[in-house]
């Protein structure tokens, strides 16, 4: 869910980009994407024997030509083998509606590590305002974003075209303004760079907010029994956001099919059900199904407890950059479930946690004092 987004924004002046400097391969390869899949919503489905499906888990039912060349493109990408260098860099996107309350705690947090990140900023109602040099000129162009909408969706898309505009770009992550870095900045790009995984939550929620969210018109592409649920803020390796914008096949069910108010009681939210649903479907071995932005449901509302200043100590911080388990809140029986899985990272348990959220602005003095401490917790 998108913080504090809970009307519509209307974005001021836009900031328009240019396409120039798009990399030549990336244009290529993503017109001879769109090109395929195009041709391919051309024709009528037509039913074809499914043997050319047997990389999948099993589906008896006969798969659509617009599926088979969906996933033979995946596939395709897929075999691609990560291409990292001493100039690789983490993309770290941020969707937001305006300023960024932490930017001087993430300021500290990159400093000393120029060239081995760059920065995004989708701002959805107003320009920010900066005062960090790293985050200056770094909006892309961004359009509004409606809570529990598409257009959430559309700006991550948006955010990940962007950067992938830069070959350097290995990892992508995507924070919010209320999230904070729990590491130092080393242990941060190691953790991601050189994990086999992406790291998007994804797990069945049999309840009202997970698997009754499913909608009929989504089949026959998407199964009841194939539907799940993640946290929007993901990580995500360059493969994996290359597919994303491959992807219009399953995108379009959600955009059609998922949203409050389609269908009577299923306030269906795409940016919780896509992405996790979508990555489940076609790669599930690539994902590691708990995400590292730590995040509190205890309170069991709409929204996860937003911490402020006096709830913050050290004690607390070093107690979620060590956590182990995951857990995932399930809409099951009257007060919810939750499931709960050990962090596993390439085969061993670590910390699960790179970022946390929520924050309130009145905490930066605060993190901005244990920062030094409490990243030097684990190394
Ligand atoms: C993630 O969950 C899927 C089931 O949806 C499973 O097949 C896959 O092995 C899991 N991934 C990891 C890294 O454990
Ligand atoms: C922190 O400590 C409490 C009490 O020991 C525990 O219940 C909780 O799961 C811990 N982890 C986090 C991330 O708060
Ligand atoms: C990631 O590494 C672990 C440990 O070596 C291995 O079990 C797992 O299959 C690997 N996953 C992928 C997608 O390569
Ligand atoms: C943080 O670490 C510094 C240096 O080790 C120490 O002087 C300071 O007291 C610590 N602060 C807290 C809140 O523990």
């Given at each position: 869910?998108?913080?504090?987004q809970?009307?519509?924004?209307?974005?001021?002046?836009?900031?328009?980009?240019?396409?120039?400097?798009?990399?030549?391969?990336?244009?290529?390869?993503?017109?001879?994407?769109?090109?395929?899949?195009?041709?391919?919503?051309?024709?009528p489905?037509?039913h074809?024997?499914?043997?050319?499906?047997?990389?999948?888990?099993?589906?008896?039912?006969?798969?659509?030509?617009?599926?088979?060349?969906?996933?033979?493109?995946?596939?395709?990408?897929?075999k691609?083998?990560?291409?990292?260098?001493?100039?690789?860099?983490?993309?770290?996107?941020?969707?937001?509606?305006?300023?960024?309350?932490?930017?001087?705690?993430?300021?500290?947090?990159?400093?000393?590590?120029?060239?081995?990140?760059?920065?995004?900023?989708?701002?959805?109602?107003?320009?920010?305002?900066?005062?960090?040099?790293?985050?200056?000129?770094?909006?892309?162009?961004?359009?509004?974003?409606?809570?529990?909408?598409?257009?959430?969706?559309?700006?991550?898309?948006?955010?990940?075209?962007?950067?992938?505009?830069?070959?350097?770009?290995?990892?992508?992550?995507l924070?919010?303004?209320?999230?904070?870095?729990?590491?130092?900045?080393?242990?941060?790009?190691r953790?991601?760079?050189?994990?086999?995984?992406?790291?998007?939550?994804?797990?069945?929620?049999?309840?009202?907010?997970?698997?009754?969210?499913?909608?009929?018109?989504?089949?026959?592409?998407?199964?009841?029994?194939?539907?799940?649920?993640?946290?929007q803020?993901?990580?995500?390796?360059r493969q994996?956001?290359?597919?994303?914008?491959?992807?219009?096949?399953?995108?379009?069910?959600?955009?059609?099919?998922?949203?409050?108010?389609?269908e009577?009681?299923?306030?269906?939210?795409?940016?919780?059900?896509?992405?996790?649903?979508?990555?489940?479907?076609?790669d599930?071995?690539?994902?590691?199904?708990?995400?590292?932005?730590?995040?509190?449901?205890?309170?069991?509302?709409?929204?996860?407890?937003?911490?402020?200043?006096?709830?913050?100590?050290?004690?607390?911080?070093?107690?979620?950059?060590?956590?182990?388990?995951?857990?995932?809140?399930?809409?099951?029986?009257?007060?919810?479930?939750?499931l709960?899985?050990?962090?596993?990272?390439?085969?061993?348990?670590?910390?699960?946690?790179?970022?946390?959220?929520?924050?309130?602005?009145?905490?930066?003095?605060?993190?901005?004092?244990?920062?030094?401490?409490?990243?030097?917790?684990?190394v």
């Amino acid at each position: 869910m998108v913080e504090a987004q809970k009307k519509n924004y209307h974005q001021g002046p836009r900031h328009h980009h240019t396409s120039l400097k798009k990399p030549l391969w990336l244009v290529l390869t993503v017109s001879v994407f769109s090109m395929l899949l195009i041709c391919t919503h051309m024709m009528p489905p037509r039913h074809r024997k499914s043997s050319s499906s047997s990389w999948l888990p099993v589906h008896v039912r006969k798969l659509s030509d617009e599926e088979v060349a969906a996933r033979t493109v995946v596939r395709d990408i897929l075999k691609t083998p990560p291409f990292l260098t001493s100039s690789s860099k983490i993309a770290f996107l941020f969707l937001t509606p305006g300023t960024l309350p932490f930017e001087k705690l993430w300021d500290k947090f990159f400093t000393g590590h120029e060239g081995k990140f760059s920065i995004y900023i989708h701002p959805s109602n107003e320009r920010p305002v900066h005062i960090s040099s790293h985050f200056s000129d770094r909006e892309i162009y961004s359009d509004e974003v409606t809570w529990g909408r598409i257009s959430v969706v559309d700006a991550e898309k948006r955010l990940l075209v962007s950067a992938l505009e830069d070959p350097d770009n290995q990892h992508f992550v995507l924070l919010s303004e209320s999230c904070i870095p729990l590491h130092t900045f080393d242990y941060t790009y190691r953790y991601l760079l050189y994990a086999n995984v992406s790291f998007i939550e994804s797990f069945v929620d049999p309840g009202p907010h997970g698997t009754g969210r499913h909608m009929e018109h989504m089949l026959p592409e998407i199964a009841r029994e194939d539907f799940r649920k993640g946290a929007q803020w993901f990580t995500m390796k360059r493969q994996h956001a290359v597919i994303v914008m491959a992807d219009s096949l399953y995108y379009s069910k959600f955009r059609e099919y998922c949203g409050p108010g389609i269908e009577a009681y299923k306030d269906c939210i795409a940016d919780e059900h896509y992405l996790p649903t979508f990555f489940s479907m076609i790669d599930p071995m690539g994902i590691s199904n708990w995400s590292v932005t730590y995040v509190d449901w205890s309170e069991r509302r709409w929204h996860p407890k937003t911490y402020t200043a006096n709830e913050i100590s050290l004690h607390f911080m070093k107690n979620v950059t060590t956590e182990e388990m995951s857990i995932h809140g399930t809409s099951v029986g009257e007060h919810g479930d939750e499931l709960h899985w050990p962090c596993t990272w390439n085969g061993i348990t670590r910390p699960c946690y790179l970022f946390a959220r929520k924050f309130h602005p009145d905490a930066l003095d605060t993190l901005l004092n244990l920062f030094p401490n409490y990243t030097s917790t684990v190394v």
